[in-house]
């Protein structure tokens, strides 16, 4: 029906409302109850980090330092299949990880046609460079989403998911010279790409198994970045021809523009801020000192019960106000500001503008993840995932599929993971697979059904001026996007077997 997300979100929530009360008998005020824990966990800590990552991009913008770092990153290579690389993959991957929700899709597609790329494949290489990050998008919204949904441990979930996305890690840096400059670019550029999907791959599967969660997609792009611009292949200039046949887009004036040592650092200022205050607080006695700020209370108007007869954890409700990535980008957000001189007004009209700009966002977020706190506590999603397991065995392979299926609709990893994350533990219990595979399963394939949704869709165009032309961009990704969706799919049948079942924790 092409019926926008924010209006889908609300509708959908009545519907399952209605189905809780009557075929399934829940009680209206438990029903009202689970829905406005769901908008509530929807603001508070997924949206907390989404306005507060994306505030601090606009002071950036603000303050003219985005074009600063913009034309820094133009003046690393002038090989454009590098710059693909450097721009789409690992600053994409950056942005993923502080704001998500389309941000890297939208920014690293306008600076790749200030560089001369053609709208059509600038967007086309945004699109498919924002799949191996998105799981751990957002300060991990995802999988943080992931394991309050399936009751899992966060560190068990986020463990398994490092162990899939990486892999996805080794071959898109490949797929992306492919794109730009066809088999030329994959024989000229693999050497780079590889050793830049390796690094990432390798710092994304380490940070997210045993320093923090939140920090895996931050390292990975830092780490990548850093190992590809220390390939000598990578610093090479360009071949006239090269440039010629990729470059058929009309170069922005101000790239040759050379900007002062200390507004450089200034512009790499806010991330690295991000980085430090991240990896602060992950200091043991910090982390104590910041958790005991953590409130936790009993759910008003809501007592559930499992089958067995035992208390569902979202009767109690715990609210961590300090210990949380959104409070951390905040702080980073505050520090920025001070670096950037921006003022206290500006950086308060910058912040009430970025929660103007996410309305729609906000209202779709909310009404998602009320509607997957009234199907998990009524037993809707419990009801699915006993047909679903019926799948037996074959549940490995379709498990990534249902993600898939999951963020191409929705557009967001959170949200899938939200609606299906439940069902998919249901489902694993019920064939006797491991809930933790699958419910990973669901993340790691949502995160290759990013490229083909409509919202990422309606973003690449609008950024790049095609508006109108999803149809087209659609049509170049879609088959990517399938061939991944395989290949992740073949992982999680492997890993459920015992061909790749020692790689899990």
């Not at 043991?284 to 953590?294: F, S």
């Not at 032309?469 to 073949?490: A, F, H, I, N, T």
Request: charge should be neutral.
């Amino acid at each position: 029906m092409r019926m926008r997300a924010h209006y889908a979100g609300p509708i959908g929530l009545v519907v399952a409302a209605l189905v809780a009360c009557l075929p399934y008998g829940m009680p209206v005020g438990q029903a009202v109850s689970s829905a406005a824990q769901g908008a509530l966990f929807g603001l508070f800590p997924i949206l907390w980090i989404v306005v507060n990552a994306l505030w601090v991009y606009r002071m950036t913008v603000r303050t003219d330092h985005f074009d600063v770092l913009r034309r820094s990153f133009g003046r690393l290579s002038d090989d454009p299949r590098v710059q693909a690389l450097v721009i789409a993959f690992c600053f994409g991957a950056l942005l993923e990880a502080l704001a998500g929700f389309g941000a890297p899709v939208a920014i690293c597609s306008v600076m790749l046609v200030a560089l001369g790329f053609d709208p059509v494949r600038a967007a086309v290489v945004a699109l498919v460079a924002n799949t191996a990050p998105v799981a751990f998008g957002a300060m991990a919204t995802p999988v943080v989403t992931l394991a309050q949904v399936t009751g899992l441990p966060l560190d068990s979930v986020a463990s398994v998911v490092g162990r899939q996305t990486p892999l996805l890690a080794l071959v898109v840096p490949l797929l992306l010279v492919v794109l730009v400059d066809g088999r030329r670019g994959l024989r000229e550029t693999w050497v780079p790409a590889l050793a830049c999907g390796v690094a990432f791959a390798i710092a994304q599967f380490t940070v997210s198994n045993y320093l923090s969660v939140q920090l895996a997609d931050i390292a990975a792009a830092l780490v990548g970045a850093a190992v590809l611009m220390a390939v000598p292949a990578a610093r090479r200039p360009a071949e006239e021809p090269v440039r010629a046949a990729v470059l058929t887009g009309v170069r922005s004036d101000d790239l040759d523009r050379e900007d002062p040592r200390r507004e450089v650092v200034r512009a790499y200022a806010p991330y690295a801020l991000i980085v430090a205050i991240f990896s602060i607080a992950q200091i043991g006695p910090v982390k104590d000192l910041l958790a005991r700020a953590t409130r936790t209370f009993d759910w008003p108007f809501l007592d559930v019960a499992d089958p067995d007869g035992k208390a569902v954890g979202a009767n109690v409700f715990s609210m961590p106000l300090i210990a949380t990535g959104g409070t951390l980008v905040l702080v980073a957000g505050v520090a920025t500001a001070a670096v950037l001189k921006v003022t206290a007004g500006d950086a308060l009209r910058e912040w009430a503008a970025t929660v103007r700009e996410l309305r729609h966002a906000i209202l779709t977020v909310t009404s998602v993840l009320a509607l997957a706190y009234v199907m998990n506590l009524s037993g809707q999603a419990a009801t699915i995932g006993h047909f679903v397991a019926a799948a037996g065995a074959g549940l490995a392979f379709l498990s990534p599929v249902l993600g898939w299926f999951g963020v191409a609709v929705s557009g967001s990893d959170t949200s899938a993971n939200a609606l299906f994350g439940a069902l998919q533990v249901t489902a694993a219990r019920e064939s006797g697979l491991s809930p933790d595979l699958l419910a990973a399963a669901n993340s790691s394939g949502g995160v290759l059904g990013k490229m083909i949704s409509p919202q990422n869709l309606t973003i690449a165009c609008a950024a790049v001026g095609l508006k109108g032309r999803e149809g087209d961009l659609l049509r170049k990704v879609l088959p990517w996007s399938l061939v991944l969706l395989l290949v992740m799919c073949l992982i999680v049948v492997a890993q459920s077997s015992f061909l790749l079942s020692w790689m899990l924790p």
